[in-house]
């Protein structure tokens, strides 16, 4: 069964930084482009950033453009996300997801198919 | 960044009731539109991919469709289970965004 698990939440003051871990097994890690999306208490759903599967493409929202860094492990089969510059609207559950595909001929549609139990990130003095 | 619409924000229903809810892009995107379901406390569900393809295990009571700008997810007939919240979420952009919700309750 795919498996993805995220840890490295906390407590953390305003200003400070905290990493992210996803560690993924039970599927092709490196086939898979890979996302992280939070979710504000009480609030909606927020994608944050992905990353094709060598790393060689990035996204970012523009709420965390130039705050937040994502990366891969391709040897651990790891996602990372290191949080810089952490502000409290920062405070969310944060999700590590596994894009899946359908492909018919030249086109892909992609989709989030596994999702982790999330780790809360709060940002409070 | 494309925006989604989604609408109504929350609605209230019964068992046995059918269900539509909408979701509108700010643009264009086709059919790379995807629709998930999410319970408290609980990560989001995949219901439908690529605007009308059922995720597999998901029952035959959930339909989406629309391409282009307007798309909607319809519940044949509401069971306990699918009171939740709904999500739209666009995969045309490789920024991907979401709507901003629909809230399923029991009337």
């Known amino acids: 069964e795919v498996h993805v698990v995220e840890s490295g939440g906390g407590l953390v003051l305003p200003g400070g930084s905290l990493r992210l871990s996803c560690a993924a097994s039970?599927?092709?890690?490196?086939?898979?482009?890979m996302s992280w999306v939070r979710q504000a208490p009480g609030k909606g759903l927020e994608w944050v950033a992905n990353?094709?599967?060598?790393?060689?493409?990035?996204y970012y929202a523009d709420s965390v453009k130039g705050r937040f860094t994502i990366s891969r492990d391709r040897a651990t089969n790891s996602l990372y996300l290191q949080m810089n510059s952490l502000r409290a609207e920062d405070t969310a559950v944060y999700f590590c997801?596994?894009?899946?595909?359908?492909?018919?001929?030249?086109?892909?549609?992609?989709?989030?198919?596994?999702w982790g139990q999330g780790t809360l990130v709060t940002v409070s003095s | 960044d494309i925006q989604m619409t989604q609408s109504p924000s929350s609605l209230s229903a019964s068992v046995g009731d059918r269900v539509t809810i909408t979701c509108r892009a700010s643009q264009s995107i086709s059919t790379y539109l995807n629709w998930y379901q999410q319970k408290p406390g609980k990560a989001p569900k995949v219901l439908i991919y690529a605007a009308s393809s059922l995720q597999s295990g998901v029952p035959s009571r959930f339909s989406g469709s629309g391409s282009g700008t307007d798309f909607t997810l319809t519940i044949s007939s509401l069971q306990p289970e699918d009171f939740a919240t709904y999500y739209c979420q666009q995969s045309y952009s490789n920024i991907r965004t979401f709507g901003q919700g629909t809230k399923l309750e029991i009337k």
């Open positions: 990353m094709n599967q060598d790393g060689t493409e990035k």
């Open positions: 039970a599927f092709t890690f490196n086939s898979h482009w």
């Open positions: 997801a596994r894009e899946s595909w359908l492909r018919e001929y030249q086109t892909v549609w992609y989709y989030f198919d596994s």
